[in-house]
């Protein structure tokens, strides 16, 4: 399988634990980007990177979210402290730019559940 | 500030009839634009694209309308099936640095 895989797929945690998702993108795409859902709104963006730099970050990611791609391949994405708030659908996506055309493929996310 | 945006929530279609989803955009430096389908407890699937170069995108049963003037997308399935039955996103960025996401529309093919 080539896609784009998420672990996990599912964490429920206390409030004020920290919590640490990874993402592996698809081999060949050099560009990753995080996105929160929640229910009945569309994908918000958090943060992206090009290889291993990260190139832009949402307001939305409080100082509590922090996110790696030191090697430019795999990335993880850590709350810390978590919030009751911070419950939602964390996906994952990478893409590649071919001249003009640039498509996302997405990961099945994590669905996180801070009790 | 919501940039794109998908205002009907929902839409019911017969089967082999044509489904038309509809997405507004505010920003005009917007230069790509995608369709996802998502069903529950996955992620989006992508769908089709289109490039502020073109005005329309075909494939197969899927065709995306790029109205800039009107800063509106539309995405047409035809015939509708019921296996088309999930949410749609339409999303939208700018020379590709961030994408921009709609709210979804749930579409419901009857049988």
């Known amino acids: 399988d080539t896609g784009v895989s998420q672990n996990p797929r599912h964490k429920i945690t206390k409030r004020g634990q920290n919590v640490t998702f990874r993402c592996d993108p698809i081999?060949?795409?050099?560009?990753l980007y995080w996105y929160r859902q929640t229910l009945g709104q569309g994908p918000e963006f958090l943060t992206y990177?090009?290889?291993?730099?990260?190139?832009?970050k949402s307001r939305l990611l409080s100082d509590r979210f922090s996110a790696e791609r030191p090697k430019g391949s795999f990335s993880t994405l850590e709350i810390q402290r978590t919030e009751q708030g911070d419950s939602a659908m964390y996906l994952c996506?990478?893409?590649?730019?071919?001249?003009?055309?640039?498509?996302?493929?997405f990961g099945p996310g994590t669905r996180l559940l801070v009790l | 500030d919501q940039q794109v945006k998908q205002n009907s929530p929902s839409l019911s279609v017969q089967e082999g009839r044509i489904s038309i989803l509809n997405c507004d955009y505010t920003n005009s430096m917007f230069d790509y634009f995608l369709w996802y389908k998502k069903y529950p407890a996955e992620g989006p699937t992508f769908l089709i694209s289109?490039?502020?170069?073109?005005d329309k995108n075909e494939d197969g049963r899927f065709t995306v309308f790029l109205n800039k003037s009107a800063k509106h997308l539309s995405l047409h399935i035809v015939p509708s099936q019921p296996g088309d039955s999930a949410v749609y996103f339409c999303a939208a960025s700018a020379q590709g640095n961030q994408f921009y996401f709609g709210t979804g529309t749930s579409l419901t093919v009857i049988p």
């Open positions: 289109i490039s502020s170069i073109k």
């Open positions: 996506a990478s893409n590649q730019r071919l001249g003009q055309q640039e498509t996302q493929y």
């Open positions: 990177f090009q290889n291993e730099a990260q190139l832009e």
């Open positions: 081999s060949e795409h050099n560009r």
